[in-house]
């Protein structure tokens, strides 16, 4: 699929670094080094790489490489929607517990 990223919607653009405190309350763990698979075109890399847009009522995490959306995510008061079907994979670092 042929997809460019318009020019104004691309000022919007952040890196996922940009979300590495949304992403440490919905997964526990500091996230922007975890390893993420796109689902659309393969291309792998840290969660840090992938484009975030967080001028919306929630937050769409794009490929770098295809602009396929690999997360989605809306926070409410009480709750967090997460759609991750974008991503092959996810890897979740485990934490220390001592």
Do not use: H
């Not at 840290?46 to 490489?65: H, K, N, Q, T």
């Amino acid at each position: 699929m042929d997809f460019e990223i318009e020019n104004d919607t691309q000022s919007l653009m952040l890196d996922g670094n940009a979300i590495a405190g949304i992403l440490i309350d919905v997964f526990g763990a500091e996230m922007t080094l975890a390893p993420v698979a796109c689902a659309s075109c393969g291309s792998t890399g840290a969660m840090g790489r992938l484009w975030a847009f967080v001028e919306s009522p929630g937050y769409v995490i794009r490929c770098p490489d295809c602009q396929g959306i690999i997360l989605r995510m809306t926070v409410t008061p009480s709750e967090i929607y997460l759609d991750a079907r974008g991503a092959s994979y996810l890897c979740i670092p485990k934490q220390n517990r001592t």
